[in-house]
């Protein structure tokens, strides 16, 4: 199981990004797929997750209402749009697995199995 995040980079406060998690050795469609993120000098924290058959998401309350994850089946690819983005969104973002989980059991809060390089968003003036 091998996960490769990208779509980082330097954004202005209200900007938008969008992360993609591609994977290699597996279907994604198979697992939950979450996003966690770790700031410097900081714990990680869930971001957000999918379910697979009913694509049910979930939500920290931090980037709830900004933040929408997505599949594309097709491309093996899940996404995770981010809008309005703020100072306090700067972190490495991680997209990652804990197969046999399809529901995103734990939430937002993993637990986490697999994860593979993450992807640097900064989000400064």
């Known amino acids: 199981v091998q996960l490769q995040a990208s779509g980082g980079g330097l954004v202005q406060p209200g900007g938008s990004l969008r992360l993609s998690c591609a994977a290699s050795?597996?279907?994604?469609?198979?697992?939950?797929i979450s996003w966690f993120r770790q700031a410097p000098g900081k714990e990680r924290e869930g971001v957000s997750c999918?379910?697979?058959?009913?694509?049910?998401?979930y939500y920290a309350d931090s980037v709830k209402g900004r933040f929408t994850i997505s599949r594309d089946n097709a491309k093996n690819t899940v996404y995770l749009q981010m809008n309005s983005l703020k100072p306090e969104d700067t972190a490495v973002y991680y997209c990652?697995?804990?197969?046999?989980?399809?529901?995103?059991?734990?939430?937002?809060?993993?637990?986490?199995?697999?994860w593979g390089q993450g992807t640097l968003v900064t989000v400064s003036s």
């Open positions: 990652a697995t804990d197969p046999p989980d399809t529901y995103c059991s734990g939430g937002v809060h993993g637990p986490w199995s697999f």
């Open positions: 050795g597996f279907i994604l469609d198979y697992y939950a």
């Open positions: 999918i379910s697979t058959r009913d694509a049910r998401t």
